[in-house]
C-alpha cells in the first residue's frame, strides 16, 4: 500500500513541478523496479530463495523514495552528454519509454475490457448468492427485491447516457446502433440458457454505453501538447524550480504533493480523469479477483492453495495452460504503472477507434462465455458464478 501512495503522489507531482522528461524518468524508474521485483518473485516463487523475496518487498518502498531522489538529483544535474550511462538513462530511455507506451496503448484499452468483463461477473455471481441467501419475511424476499431495483437503476443509467451522447456522426452511430443490438440479444441468450442475471446485464450494456461515450469525447477533444508529439522538441522542457540542492529540492516536492495531483487532476479534461480512475480501479480489481477465482475452482489442481502465492509450486511445475495467467500476474504492478504513466499522457483522439473494438472484444468474449460447453459448465463451479 505504501509503495502504491508512492506512484500514485510522487508521478503527478513529477509532472507538474518538474516538467515531462522527469515524470517519464520518475515512471521508468518505478517500472524498472517493479518489472525485476516482479520477475524474481516469479522465479524464487516457492523455492529455497521465497525469503528474498520478502525482504525485498519490505525495502520496496525505501527503493521507491530512492527511485524519487534519483529523479530529482538528476533534474539539478543533469548528465552530460560524455557520461554515457547517466546520459542513456535520463536523455534516451524515457523518451524510447513513451514512444512504447503510445505504440502498446491499444493493448491497454483491450486489457480493460477483459478486465471489466471479469469484475462484471464476479459482481453478478456475488450480487446472485446474496439474493439467494434472502431469509424471507412475510413472503417478501427484500434482497432480491432490491437487487431488481439495483439493476433497474443501472438500466436506466446506461439508456440515460446512451441518449444524452448519441453520436450525431452516421458511422458512429451505426456502430453504437450495432453493438447496442449486439448487447439485447446476447442478454436474452444468455436468459435463455440461465447462464446470466439482470445484474449482469445491466452492466454489459452500462460498459457499452460508457465506451461509446468516452470515444465520442475522446474523438471531439483537441490532441494535447505532449499527445500528439511526445518527443518533440519543445514538450521535453523541463519546468524551472528554484532550488539549490536535492535536500532543498526534495522539500518543495514533498510540499507538493497533494497541490500537484489537484492540479494535475484540474488539468485533464473530466471524461479523461474519469478513465483514467477507472481503468486503473479496473485493473487493480481483476488482478486480485484471478488468484481468487484459481483457488475457489480448483484451476490449479489444488483444493489447499498456500495463501502466500496461490499454491505449493515453482513456476516449472504449474500446468501449462496456467503458467501465462501467473506470469501475467506476477506483473500487474508495472502494467498498473505504465497504464498510469500512459493516461496522464494520453492522446485522446489516437483511442476513439480503439474503443470501438475494445466494445467488440467485450461482447464477442462475454458470447463465448455464454455460449461455449454451457451444459457441462453449468454443472461446475464456475458454473454456478451466476445462476445454479
Not at 232 to 240: E, I, P, Q
Not at 288 to 302: A, L, M
Not at 359 to 386: H, N, Q
Amino acid at each position: 500500500m505504501a509503495t502504491f501512495s508512492q506512484v500514485f503522489l510522487s508521478l503527478p507531482m513529477a509532472l507538474d513541478l518538474l516538467g515531462p522528461p522527469s515524470f517519464l524518468l520518475l515512471s521508468l524508474l518505478f517500472t524498472l523496479h517493479h518489472f525485476l521485483y516482479s520477475t524474481l518473485r516469479l522465479l524464487c516463487k516457492n523455492t529455497i530463495l521465497a525469503p528474498l523475496i520478502f525482504l525485498l518487498s519490505l525495502l520496496s518502498p525505501v527503493i521507491s523514495g530512492a527511485c524519487v531522489l534519483l529523479t530529482l538529483y538528476y533534474y539539478l544535474y543533469p548528465p552530460q552528454a560524455g557520461n554515457t550511462a547517466g546520459h542513456i538513462l535520463v536523455n534516451v530511455l524515457p523518451y524510447l519509454y513513451a514512444s512504447i507506451l503510445r505504440w502498446v496503448s491499444p493493448l491497454f484499452t483491450l486489457l480493460e475490457g477483459i478486465s471489466t468483463l471479469l469484475v462484471i461477473q464476479v459482481v453478478g455471481r456475488v450480487g446472485k448468492g446474496w439474493a439467494d441467501d434472502d431469509e424471507k419475511e412475510e413472503g417478501l424476499e427484500w434482497r432480491s427485491l432490491v437487487g431488481l431495483v439495483v439493476a433497474a437503476l443501472v438500466y436506466s443509467a446506461g439508456l440515460w447516457l446512451i441518449i444524452w451522447a448519441f453520436p450525431a456522426a452516421p458511422f458512429p452511430a451505426f456502430l453504437l446502433g450495432a453493438v447496442l443490438a449486439s448487447t439485447l440479444f446476447l442478454s436474452f441468450i444468455g436468459f435463455s440458457l440461465r447462464r446470466t442475471n439482470v445484474l449482469e446485464t445491466s452492466l454489459v450494456l452500462f460498459y457499452v454505453a460508457y465506451s461509446a461515450w468516452i470515444s465520442a469525447a475522446e474523438g471531439a477533444m483537441e490532441p494535447r501538447q505532449y499527445g500528439s508529439s511526445w518527443l518533440s522538441h519543445d514538450w521535453a522542457v523541463a519546468k524551472s524550480v528554484s532550488a539549490s540542492n536535492v535536500n532543498t529540492l526534495a522539500h518543495v516536492a514533498y510540499g507538493s504533493l497533494f497541490d500537484s495531483l489537484w492540479r494535475v487532476s484540474l488539468s485533464l479534461p473530466p471524461h479523461l480523469l474519469l478513465s483514467l480512475i477507472y481503468r486503473v480501479v479496473v485493473l487493480h480489481f481483476a488482478a486480485r479477483i484471478v488468484p481468487v477465482i484459481r483457488k475457489s475452482t480448483g484451476w490449479d489442481g489444488e483444493s489447499d492453495a498456500v495463501p502466500n502465492f496461490w499454491d505449493g509450486r515453482s513456476l516449472g511445475e504449474e500446468p501449462a495452460n496456467m503458467r501465462i495467467t501467473t506470469i501475467v500476474l506476477s506483473y500487474r504492478r508495472p502494467i498498473l504503472i505504465a497504464v498510469y504513466t500512459h493516461l496522464l499522457l494520453l492522446d485522446a483522439g489516437s483511442q476513439t477507434w480503439w474503443r470501438w473494438i475494445n466494445i467488440t472484444l467485450f461482447l464477442a468474449v462475454w458470447s463465448l462465455e455464454l455460449l461455449l460447453d454451457a451444459d457441462e459448465d453449468a454443472e461446475s463451479s464456475v458454473g454456478r458464478w451466476k445462476v445454479e
